[in-house]
Nanobody, 123 residues
């Protein structure tokens, strides 16, 4: 099982980017999927999370600007980022709780991380 993130890049302030993260492998189920980010000299922080049923949760710093969504059929989570600010510049990582085959009874899954994708917002 692995996660692979796509969609980072360079954008001007006020612009938009869409990140994608796809899980692949012998997957039984995927529970919560998240996006984190880390800037130089700072700790990794949670940006947004989404449950299997589609309930989102956002950091205060991105509420109203970012939207997390997922396609369970494609094992993919997305992060639509609008009205980007220079302070959004970071490496963005996806994370997911994935239960592989064969499934364990009552398990919520192992934690998997994607490789990170750079987002740079210029002023």
């Amino acid at each position: 099982v692995q996660l692979q993130a796509f969609g980072g890049g360079l954008v001007q302030a006020g612009g938009s980017l869409r990140l994608s993260c796809a899980a692949s492998g012998t997957i039984f189920s995927i529970n919560v999927m998240d996006w984190y980010r880390q800037s130089p000299g700072k700790e990794r922080e949670l940006v947004a999370s989404i449950t299997y049923g589609g309930t989102p949760n956002y950091a205060d710093s991105v509420k109203g600007r970012f939207t997390i969504s997922r396609d369970n059929a494609k094992n993919t989570v997305y992060l639509q980022m609008n009205s980007l600010k220079p302070e959004d510049t970071a490496v963005y990582y996806c994370r997911a709780d994935i239960e592989p085959y064969p499934p364990r009874v009552g398990a919520v899954g192992y934690v998997y991380w994607g490789q990170g994708t750079q987002v740079t917002v210029s002023s």
